[in-house]
């Protein structure tokens, strides 16, 4: 059977279409449909490895899980990484391009017709395998000057020939301009545009929904569309956010740990599941000035490794980390893990125009920057004489292009049986890994906590360890139960629906 496809379009960015498609996907899936997230093309700084080996964004592999699919480069077929406020990183079906400028890239002929045909390939092979696409389109789907060569909003809907439903952020204020004006500039840039659009979704409100009752009669009369769903603002909803750091609140802090905020930062969700340990505080640090005295801190991953080395070397991140590292553990991770070494190399200039540049040398090991990239899901057991050697075995994924050559005195973090990953020095703690997701591994991160708390004469932890697929599985269903309480979406299903 297949459905008629279905499109979330924003009048803006951060209006909330990650989630809704996440939630639309699990309340479709729970229904028994074969359903599929699609997001032509990206742009993000967070990735994930499928099993394949192909980089899509992290956002749409969440949406993968939320209909119970394994990702696939066919529901991401487009990813730019920027590794610039004018350049980025090109990834077509999972595999890096090469690199263009913003100009290029999104107004070429060239570009325009091998992005149409990557998007063609990927339409075609989800018509195939499911019943029903749920598309994403990107920032606010009224952009006048990127219409003519669009495939990622209304030219998308377009290529679908999907119903779209527009999505507005009632949080941020201004909600009724904003549905008025975006309508206004899409019947003006094509009326063709405006026609597509079935319904209206109020997401984040706060409050009586009958106080609204008189705008919306309004918004309805003076637009001809039906607003079919207000959203309310979920506070305890934990689910990933697309390129944003999110923020969890710990009441009670008793550990806190620092992540050092890189310029181009990547994989924040990395951290997420630190959150959901108790009493456990993760802050996100610009500045020297702002770190405070933490437990443990963190140089997270970057898709610019040699470039935010240079920057927080100059705006005084080395000096501290020097001065805390005999008494304050330090992680690094994937790029972070990087920076931990004694030299980093790129002749190529892969990472930036440094071809070369000094690592912090907490180990002996240099980095050598390669083209080919290394993207695969992978698990490690822990190494001999490790302080966390109860931990058992770890899972996660890698996307780095750094190949790291161990020095004599180095003593990697785990091993596998096609190698080792990380750095790791027991006295003081400093260590370092290329695994993304290391924390969704239960044991592993309790046994970090648990080391925390002991340093600080504080008791172990003993409360049952946190499932995070469990969590995942739950998150998804109350999202989606909500959605299925405040929206009403109809699936249309036509015999005659072709392919683009």
């Known amino acids: 059977m297949l459905l008629k496809p279905i499109m979330i379009v924003g009048t803006s960015s951060n209006a909330g279409k990650t989630t809704l498609v996440a939630g639309l996907c699990r309340a479709f899936a729970n229904k028994g449909i074969k359903t599929t997230p699609f997001k032509s093309q990206n742009m993000s700084l967070n990735s994930f490895a499928t099993l394949h080996g192909e980089e899509i964004a992290r956002s749409t592999a969440v949406q993968a899980f939320a209909a119970r699919q394994e990702p696939s480069i066919h529901m991401n077929p487009i990813l ?12 077509f079906h999972g595999k890096v391009v090469g690199d263009a400028n913003a100009k290029e890239f999104f107004f070429s002929s060239e570009w325009y017709q091998k992005k149409f045909q990557t998007i063609q390939t990927s339409i075609k092979a989800l018509h195939e395998s499911y019943d029903l ?61 405006r026609k597509r659009i ?9 409050g009586d929904k009958e106080v609204l009752q008189s705008a919306i009669d309004f918004i309805v009369a003076h637009t001809k569309i039906p607003i079919i769903g207000v959203v309310p603002y979920i506070h305890d909803l934990y689910l990933e956010e697309e390129d944003r750091i999110k923020i969890y609140p710990c009441q009670n802090p008793e550990i806190d740990i620092a992540v050092i905020y890189l310029p181009h930062i990547s994989n924040s969700s990395d951290f997420n599941p630190l959150c959901t340990e108790t009493n456990v505080q993760v802050r996100f640090v610009r500045s020297p000035d702002l770190l405070g005295s933490p437990d443990l801190i963190i140089i997270p991953g970057t898709k610019n490794t040699i470039w935010d080395l240079s920057y927080i070397r100059k705006i ?109 020095s027991n ?58 309480g405040s929206c009403s979406i109809q699936l249309q299903y036509d015999e005659t629906s072709v392919l683009c």
């Open 80 to 91: 730019l990484k920027p590794k610039s406020d004018t350049e980025s990183q090109i990834i």
């Open 133 to 193: 696409i749920i598309a994403e389109g990107a920032g606010s789907c009224a952009e006048p000057n990127f219409r003519s060569n669009d495939l990622v909003n209304m030219g998308m809907a377009d290529l679908l020939d999907a119903d779209v439903y527009l999505v507005v952020d009632i949080d941020k204020g201004g909600v009724f301009a904003d549905i008025l004006g975006t309508l206004q500039i899409l019947e003006l840039r094509g009326p063709g545009d």
């Open 198 to 206: 079935k319904g209206i979704i109020i997401n984040k409100f706060r």
């Open 316 to 424: 005084g991140w080395e000096k501290i980390l020097l001065t805390l590292v005999p008494t304050t553990p330090v992680m690094g991770i994937c790029g972070g893990f990087e920076m931990m070494g004694k030299s980093l190399y790129d002749p190529n200039c892969i990472e930036s125009d440094l071809m070369q540049i000094s690592g912090f040398g907490f180990f002996d090991f240099i980095v050598r920057f390669k083209k080919d990239k290394k993207v695969s899901q992978v698990n490690y057991r822990l190494t001999l004489n490790n302080i966390f050697k109860n931990a058992g075995e770890i899972s996660g994924y890698e996307i780095h292009c750094g190949e790291v050559e161990y020095g004599k005195n180095d003593i990697p973090l785990f091993v596998s049986d096609h190698g080792y990953d990380g750095a790791l």
């Open 427 to 484: 006295e003081p703690l400093v260590f370092g890994t290329f695994v993304h997701d290391i924390f969704k591994n239960p044991v592993f991160t309790r046994s970090l906590i648990n080391y925390l708390r002991d340093k600080k004469k504080l008791p172990p932890l003993n409360s049952p360890l946190t499932d995070a697929n469990d969590d995942f599985e739950k998150q998804c269903n109350y999202l989606a139960s909500i959605l299925e």
